[in-house]
């Protein structure tokens, strides 16, 4: 069965208190709390590894065909920084800081809910008027499902930013139907 359809077929068997205690049959109602929490936990997780990993992934695509020879195989933030030099438009302000927060989520959850630095710098993130701070070996917890919705929404509009940037639209890299 697609991943997709997994979680949605575990969210209806986790959220209905019936189906949950058939299923794992909990001692206590705490056990039945903590089964929900930790599914809550890896649908978010997937969440972010699936978007994150299709996010990275088309802006290195795009990358390849602006600029051939390109580092499109270095790390997220040359490649990003890279990419965003071929325009000549900057970024709304969200775009950029919504792209920032989801690869810091998902550096916390390739660490068990903990932020590390190769540097072993904490930073604060300043996204929709509220800061996210990444504290370097702590633990962080505002990836809620809300916030995601809210980056995910900011990222879809950036790269709508770049498919109607005069560069993309130059070197067809989004062919129109019927060319």
Same mark, same amino acid.
């Given at each position: ?28 109602? &705490?056990?039945?709390?903590? @089964?929900?929490? *930790? ?11 699936? %978007? ?17 020879? +390109?580092?499109?195989?270095? !790390? %997220? +933030?040359?490649?990003?920084? !890279?990419?965003?030099? /071929? ?18 989520? &998902?550096? /916390? @959850? $390739?660490?068990?809910?903990?932020? %590390? #630095?190769?540097?072993?710098? #904490?930073?604060?993130?300043?996204? &929709?008027?509220? #800061?996210?701070?990444?504290? $370097?070996?702590? @633990? $962080?917890?505002? *990836? ?16 709508? $930013?770049?498919? /109607? ?10 062919? #129109?139907?019927? &060319?």
């Amino acid at each position: 069965m697609p991943f997709n359809l997994s979680l949605l077929l575990g969210e209806q068997k986790v959220s209905d208190p019936f189906r949950l205690m058939e299923m794992i049959k909990p001692e206590t109602p &705490r056990d039945a709390n903590f @089964v929900v929490s *930790a599914y809550e936990i890896f649908i978010r997780n997937g969440y972010i590894y699936s %978007f994150s990993g299709i996010v990275d992934g088309t802006l290195r695509a795009f990358l390849r065909v602006l600029k051939p020879n +390109s580092g499109a195989t270095a !790390e %997220f +933030s040359r490649t990003k920084a !890279e990419f965003l030099g /071929c325009f000549k438009t900057p970024l709304q302000k969200n775009q950029d800081e919504a792209i920032n927060l989801l690869f810091a989520i &998902r550096n /916390c @959850v $390739h660490n068990n809910g903990i932020y %590390f #630095s190769r540097d072993l710098a #904490s930073k604060e993130i300043q996204y &929709r008027n509220q #800061s996210y701070k990444f504290e $370097h070996g702590k @633990v $962080h917890s505002n *990836a809620s499902l809300a916030v995601l919705y809210k980056i995910t929404s900011d990222i879809l509009n950036f790269f709508e $930013h770049v498919v /109607c940037q005069k560069e993309s639209l130059e070197i067809a890299l989004f062919p #129109s139907e019927g &060319r």
